[in-house]
């Protein structure tokens, strides 16, 4: 049996300015979208206990302002990520051609041990606006890209309406145990080491 | 066999490790002031360690009699001591040791207060390398002195040199020491200059102001240096009795915008020095919080903040005429003012308001203005007239007239601004990225700014327009500065009270001009300011900054958002607009929301250090003070007082815990427990 103790995983949400970062943290965990959450200044995170394969984990999820002379206070609040959120708003072009950046920004601040496997998650948020009509990024074309470095699982939500949040955040959880060092995982007191259900997790969420 | 090897070092500190323009060896002055010292260094190299019991040998390069501080501010009180610089084991050190006995014309408790300090701006052995800067000042009269910025951001008070010697100090120095001028002030010294401080900035966040200081020392113009206190601090009084036509104005308006070199990071750490030993009176007596151990471990410190050179040369001013209208009588007065208690008074009046004022409409005595609303705050109908003068928009001796005549120019220039981007075609900003982008991020933000004041209510606000309008106008106006996340909280309540476009937009530029270094991209601004308010915390409560040295919170993080955008999040509309016109009074003191942050921690400083609460815990403590502050009715029609706490004649609510407490749940139950109940099974 895994242990009871429950263990903390931080998730840090990136993306432009008005991509919907809040408004998806805040349907996540608290099941409501509000269209009065103001500007996010400086940084701010929510938590939330999820049960994994009968385990039980905190999710920190991190907000942080998205405006990027505000970037550099990364360093502060990336330290110890175990998973990164990447969000851009389908129905604006320049917040997707962003990811990479804000990716590649994440990487330097927060310098991961393994950068090369470090988990991203990217989500493609607002698809209700409009009936998905004043849409400007295809999914194909987010897929591509999310393809193209190494495999990204990618998800398209509405913060709004509640749309696939739920799946995004189990894919971020999963992720974030996979970045978690083994001996972490399985505490002192736990006897199964190295049993099958590492295996079946370490092939990732199915996302 | 010494003069050899000085002449070594000499020549060694000549050679092109930096090709720098700024090399000392361009300089005659110090030339000859280093063929002067070579030869007195050698003399006093006879002179080897006094029996301080060290193994290791001490060669004294450097010894001078009478170099003097001025710990209290008063000028009656001074220290005398004897700097040196010493070698030992091949780097070289600074030390100041303090005669026995004050040299002082002052009463006696003024003698017991130096007395305390002596032991505490003893230096020891400041090894050089520590040394960011070492800034020179000589004054036209009065003595010589330096200020020695250590590369922490720390500073020691000013050493004054009663007996002269200045020279031989920066020539024997030169001679040990990598030393170049600033290319921006010949009177800053640059010690250990390193490469890129700017890149250090962004990695080294342990010590935000380390680079802040070398990265504004570079670019520092002098007029910053020069006029920093003036400019910020009193600029309404100091305009007093100049004549203010508008053309003067304008350029006036003009010239303050076109100043990058107003560094924040210099102002906020030179001023410090100015409030160091008032603040240590002060704040002691606003907070009447005496930990045991607080002095007791501030009088282990050695560190001062970095003195202000103009404070400092007022300060010797007033030595000769006493000055009235320096800053150092200003904080004395509020220094007493603080001490002894004062009852609040009630917001400024119709009537009172126009009792300030002469026939003709000018403010006639801005300092008794300042100081009534820094106690009581404006009754809100007056807001609209009396902010402009707080911001500094209108000038407190400017007539009716003159004010109308500029509201109509004004309103015009506004206009002119505008249509520079009103003008732009959809085609047009097809090809506009920036514009496109600015406007994108503007109107992100107006819609989810204070939507739940009624003047902002609703869909398809107008007002909401108007914010917008106004934010897009002011990022053409300053298109460097640009739109920042922030801005669009500190124009709604200032729309909200002027009820006017251009006259909102001319408030909030010149706020801007006041707060724009928050703002800068580079953020140095803001990790000035972090670092300023750690010093601050450093003196006021040694125990508080202790816990977080060790909980590694030194970053100041968790108050990024006060800062930023002073406190706009942390209360109510009503009470916002009533602490920003006391902080923009300037009254007591330029950095009030620094002080206002030190108060909040030390409020809360015993659950901090009781739950132990790390850097996540912290910030999640801190952000969760906001939204919690609920105003009832009865504190508004009370008009935003709370008359519990009578102490200091601060504005009450200021101070007042329970208005800051979060209510319900503990912190630690929000951090470590879910919200919800349920557990998802995934
Ligand atoms: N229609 C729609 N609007 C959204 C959605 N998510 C966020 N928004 C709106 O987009 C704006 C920015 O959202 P916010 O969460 O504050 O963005 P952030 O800056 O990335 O944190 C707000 O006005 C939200 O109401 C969404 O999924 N659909
Ligand atoms: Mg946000």
């Known amino acids: ?207 | 066999m010494r003069r050899e090897e000085a002449s070594a070092a000499a020549a060694e500190a000549g050679t092109p490790r930096s090709p720098d323009l700024h090399d000392l060896s361009d300089d005659s002055d110090y030339a000859a002031a280093a063929a002067a010292s070579s030869s007195h260094s050698a003399m006093r190299s006879d002179l080897v360690d006094q029996g301080s019991g060290e193994t290791a040998k001490v060669d004294v390069v450097y010894e001078k009699e009478r170099v003097t501080i001025h710990p209290t501010q008063y000028g009656s009180g001074r220290i005398s001591g004897k700097l040196r610089l010493y070698l030992q084991q091949g780097s070289l050190f600074l030390s100041w040791e303090p005669n026995e006995g004050v040299d002082s014309l002052s009463s006696n408790s003024a003698t017991m207060e130096i007395e305390k300090y002596r032991n505490l701006y003893t230096i020891k052995a400041l090894p050089l390398s520590d040394v960011r800067f070492i800034r020179k000042h000589t004054p036209t009269f009065g003595f010589e002195y330096i200020i020695i910025v250590l590369s922490s951001g720390l500073a020691f008070p000013p050493f004054y040199f009663y007996n002269g010697g200045l020279r031989e100090l920066f020539a024997t120095l030169k001679k040990h020491v990598f030393i170049i001028r600033s290319d921006d002030d010949p009177n800053v010294f640059l010690v250990n200059d390193f490469q890129d401080p700017l890149q250090k900035s962004l990695s080294s966040l342990e010590l935000p102001g380390v680079a802040t200081v070398a990265n504004a020392m570079s670019r520092q113009n002098s007029l910053s240096f020069t006029s920093s206190v003036d400019e910020a601090g009193h600029g309404s009084d100091a305009k007093h009795g100049a004549s203010s036509s508008m053309t003067e104005y304008v350029s006036k308006q003009k010239h303050r915008s076109n100043d990058p070199g107003r560094d924040l990071s210099i102002q906020v750490l030179e001023k410090f020095s100015l409030v160091t030993k008032f603040a240590r009176d002060t704040t002691s007596s606003l907070f009447r919080e005496n930990h045991s151990s607080g002095g007791h471990t501030y009088g282990r410190q050695q560190q001062e903040y970095v003195l202000d050179n103009r404070a400092n040369d007022k300060y010797k001013d007033q030595q000769i005429t006493p000055d009235k209208d320096s800053l150092l009588s200003d904080s004395m007065e509020s220094n007493k003012i603080l001490a002894w208690g004062k009852p609040r008074e009630q917001p400024l009046s119709v009537d009172e308001w126009r009792s300030f004022l002469d026939p003709e409409g000018r403010v006639m005595d801005s300092k008794a203005l300042r100081k009534k609303v820094f106690y009581g705050g404006i009754d809100h109908v007056l807001r609209k007239e009396v902010w402009k003068f707080l911001l500094g928009y209108h000038e407190y001796d400017s007539t009716y007239a003159e004010r109308e005549y500029l509201a109509v120019m004004k309103r015009t220039e506004y206009e002119a601004i505008k249509s520079q981007w009103k003008s732009i075609s959809s085609t047009q900003a097809k090809r506009f990225t920036k514009f496109r982008e600015r406007k994108g991020l503007i109107d992100k933000d107006v819609v989810r700014t204070d939507r739940s004041v009624p003047y902002y209510e609703g869909d398809d606000n107008q007002n909401v327009l108007v914010l917008r309008d106004i934010l897009l106008t002011y990022s053409f106006y300053n298109f460097d500065l640009g739109y920042c996340q922030g801005m669009s909280d500190f124009l709604a309540p200032i729309l909200y009270v002027m009820e006017d476009e251009s006259e909102s937009f001319w408030c909030f530029a010149i706020l801007m001009e006041r707060l724009g270094a928050n703002f800068n991209r580079d953020q140095n601004g803001m990790h000035a300011q972090l670092l300023a308010l750690s010093k601050l915390v450093e003196l006021l409560d040694p125990q508080l900054h202790n816990y977080f040295r060790k909980n590694d919170c030194l970053n100041y993080f968790f108050c990024f958002r006060w800062v930023l955008i002073q406190f706009k999040r942390e209360f109510s509309f009503d009470q916002i607009m009533l602490l920003w016109e006391v902080l923009w009074t300037h009254y007591w003191s330029e950095h009030f929301h620094l002080y206002l942050c030190v108060a909040i921690l030390k409020r809360y400083r015993s659950r901090i250090i009781g739950e132990q609460m790390d850097f996540d815990t912290l910030l999640k403590f801190i952000n969760e003070l906001s939204g919690e502050i609920n105003l009832d009715r009865a504190i508004q029609t009370r008009r935003h007082y709370v008359i519990s706490q009578p102490l200091t004649g601060l504005p009450a609510f200021l101070l007042e815990p329970r208005l800051l407490c979060p209510s319900r749940r503990t912190v630690a139950s929000t951090y470590k427990k879910t919200r919800s109940c349920e557990i998802p099974a995934i």
């Open chain 1, 1 to 207: 049996m895994a242990s009871r103790r429950r263990m903390l995983l931080k998730v840090i949400i990136l993306g432009d300015s008005g991509v919907g970062k809040t408004s998806l943290m805040n349907q996540y965990v608290n099941k409501k979208f509000s269209n009065q959450y103001k500007a996010t200044i400086g940084a701010d995170f929510l938590t939330k206990e999820v049960q994994i394969d009968d385990r039980l984990f905190t999710l920190q999820i991190w907000d942080t302002a998205g405006q990027e002379r505000f970037q550099s206070l990364g360093v502060a609040f990336y330290r110890g990520a175990d998973c990164c959120v990447l969000v851009y708003d389908v129905n604006v072009t320049k917040s997707f051609e962003r990811l990479n950046s804000w990716r590649e920004e994440f990487l330097i601040q927060a310098s991961p041990s393994d950068p090369e496997n470090f988990p991203f998650v990217v989500l493609g948020n607002k698809i209700d606006v409009d009936g998905g009509n004043s849409r400007t990024v295809s999914e194909k074309k987010a897929k591509a890209w999310c393809a193209s470095k190494g495999n990204i699982p990618y998800f398209e939500t509405s913060a709004k309406e509640g749309f696939n949040v739920e799946a995004a955040f189990e894919c971020i959880a999963r992720n974030a145990i996979k970045n978690e060092p083994e001996e972490e995982i399985y505490l002192p007191d736990t006897i199964d080491v190295g049993g099958a259900g590492r295996q079946q997790r370490s092939s990732g969420c199915e996302c």
